[in-house]
Protein backbone atom coordinates (compact mmCIF):
# COMPACT_ATOMS: atom_id res chain seq x y z
CA UNK A 1 0.00 0.00 0.00
CA UNK A 2 1.48 3.43 -0.87
CA UNK A 3 3.68 2.47 -4.00
CA UNK A 4 2.45 3.46 -6.90
CA UNK A 5 2.15 1.83 -9.56
CA UNK A 6 4.58 1.37 -12.62
CA UNK A 7 4.02 -0.52 -16.08
CA UNK A 8 6.71 -2.74 -16.91
CA UNK A 9 8.78 -0.69 -19.21
CA UNK A 10 9.62 1.40 -15.86
CA UNK A 11 7.43 4.70 -16.72
CA UNK A 12 4.81 6.42 -14.19
CA UNK A 13 2.05 8.46 -16.02
CA UNK A 14 1.38 11.60 -14.33
CA UNK A 15 0.08 15.17 -14.61
CA UNK A 16 2.37 18.07 -14.75
CA UNK A 17 2.33 20.58 -12.02
CA UNK A 18 4.20 23.31 -13.03
CA UNK A 19 3.68 26.56 -14.82
CA UNK A 20 6.00 27.18 -17.71
CA UNK A 21 6.05 30.84 -18.94
CA UNK A 22 5.19 31.06 -22.80
CA UNK A 23 3.30 27.99 -23.26
CA UNK A 24 0.02 28.71 -22.29
CA UNK A 25 -1.74 26.62 -19.86
CA UNK A 26 0.73 23.97 -18.69
CA UNK A 27 -0.57 22.88 -15.29
CA UNK A 28 -2.10 19.37 -15.54
CA UNK A 29 -0.58 18.41 -18.57
CA UNK A 30 -0.65 14.50 -19.13
CA UNK A 31 3.18 13.44 -18.34
CA UNK A 32 5.36 10.04 -18.25
CA UNK A 33 7.95 9.86 -15.83
CA UNK A 34 10.74 7.02 -17.33
CA UNK A 35 13.34 6.07 -14.66
CA UNK A 36 16.33 7.06 -15.65
CA UNK A 37 18.27 4.08 -13.02
CA UNK A 38 19.08 4.33 -8.94
CA UNK A 39 20.04 7.85 -7.83
CA UNK A 40 19.12 9.63 -10.78
CA UNK A 41 16.43 11.96 -11.91
CA UNK A 42 13.63 10.59 -14.61
CA UNK A 43 13.11 12.06 -18.08
CA UNK A 44 9.75 13.96 -18.16
CA UNK A 45 7.70 13.50 -21.32
CA UNK A 46 4.46 15.44 -22.14
CA UNK A 47 1.97 13.17 -24.03
CA UNK A 48 -1.00 15.90 -24.13
CA UNK A 49 -1.52 15.80 -27.83
CA UNK A 50 -0.72 18.83 -29.81
CA UNK A 51 0.69 20.86 -26.84
CA UNK A 52 3.45 23.41 -28.01
CA UNK A 53 5.37 22.01 -24.97
CA UNK A 54 5.20 18.44 -26.48
CA UNK A 55 6.05 19.59 -29.77
CA UNK A 56 8.89 21.80 -28.72
CA UNK A 57 10.26 19.01 -26.52
CA UNK A 58 10.25 16.42 -29.46
CA UNK A 59 11.27 18.38 -32.16
CA UNK A 60 13.82 21.28 -30.21
CA UNK A 61 13.73 24.64 -30.53
CA UNK A 62 16.56 27.03 -32.02
CA UNK A 63 18.74 29.01 -30.12
CA UNK A 64 16.90 31.94 -31.19
CA UNK A 65 13.30 30.62 -29.69
CA UNK A 66 15.32 29.80 -26.02
CA UNK A 67 16.35 33.60 -25.85
CA UNK A 68 13.04 34.39 -26.74
CA UNK A 69 11.65 32.37 -23.95
CA UNK A 70 14.18 32.80 -21.17
CA UNK A 71 13.59 36.83 -22.04
CA UNK A 72 9.62 36.26 -21.93
CA UNK A 73 10.05 34.64 -18.18
CA UNK A 74 12.81 37.14 -16.80
CA UNK A 75 10.26 39.95 -17.76
CA UNK A 76 7.03 37.71 -16.25
CA UNK A 77 9.34 36.74 -13.34
CA UNK A 78 11.75 39.71 -12.40
CA UNK A 79 10.61 42.52 -14.59
CA UNK A 80 13.93 42.40 -16.20
CA UNK A 81 14.22 42.76 -20.09
Not at 1 to 6: A, F, H
Not at 41 to 66: F, M, R, S, V, Y
Request: glycine fraction near 10%; charge should be negative.
Amino acid sequence: MGRRRKNQSGTLFGWMQTNVPTYGETLSLQSIAIEQGLGLIPEIKIIEENHPLKIDQENGITLEKAISIVDEIMKIEHGKS
